[in-house]
């Protein structure tokens, strides 16, 4: 039971590491990612995470924006879009082998990052034109929160956090609390996961 609780959110010092490579591929773009034990789905792009990066690059047309991936993993939302987007990308986890992952895959897949070891946004100054996140939802409601509703500090005005999030782990819930700050908008819904897209407008 600890071993489970051990999660992709926490740093175990002590998990064996076993390296192994993920491919995925969008339109000409072809990238080869590194993944690990202890980060989130080791083994395979999660679907949730393919269908916020494809939803997202089929409705953002402008390149050159500043782009936040928040609780990066291994990187594949951030250095995907940064890459087909021609874009200047911050990564930032608070987990040490998912950043060292995410420095080894921005090198590999030739995208100029900056990696930020953070708390979620502890360590974060910058605002940002875009916001990405497949949030931790087994660190609990409060840290989900904090990620979604703290990324309205560091978006520039018009800019805009994008998410993912299933049905069953309460995204209506979640899209109601969103709406007191931002103008959300439900971008694409498929297998029980919901793109939502937040935009920070002052009203």
């Known amino acids: 039971m600890v071993i489970f609780l051990e999660h992709y959110f926490t740093n175990n ?40 990066v494809e939803t997202l690059l089929k409705n953002v047309i ?69 916001i990405v996140s497949n949030p931790p939802i087994r660190a609990g409601k409060e840290v989900v929160y904090q990620m979604l509703l703290g990324a309205f500090d560091h978006l520039k005005e018009h800019g805009e956090l994008w998410f993912v999030m299933r049905k069953d782990q309460g995204v209506k819930s979640t899209i109601k609390v969103l709406n007191e700050k931002y103008e959300t908008t439900i971008m694409a819904k498929d297998k029980g996961f919901y793109i939502v897209k937040a935009q920070k407008i002052y009203r």
């Open 62 to 130: 402008k390149v050159n924006l500043n782009i936040l991936d928040i609780g990066c993993g291994y990187g594949y939302l951030g250095i995907t879009i940064a890459k087909i987007l021609k874009s200047s990308l911050t990564m930032a986890d608070v987990n040490k082998r998912a950043l060292h992952l995410a420095k080894m895959n921005s090198h590999d897949n030739k995208v100029d990052a900056q990696i930020i070891e953070s708390n979620i946004y502890d360590q974060i100054t910058q605002t940002f034109d875009i």
């Open 13 to 52: 010092q002590n998990l064996k590491s076993e390296l192994r490579q993920i491919t995925y591929e969008y339109n000409n773009y072809k990238f080869i990612f590194s993944s690990d034990n202890g980060v989130f789905s080791k083994n395979k792009v999660d679907y949730g995470s393919r269908l916020l």
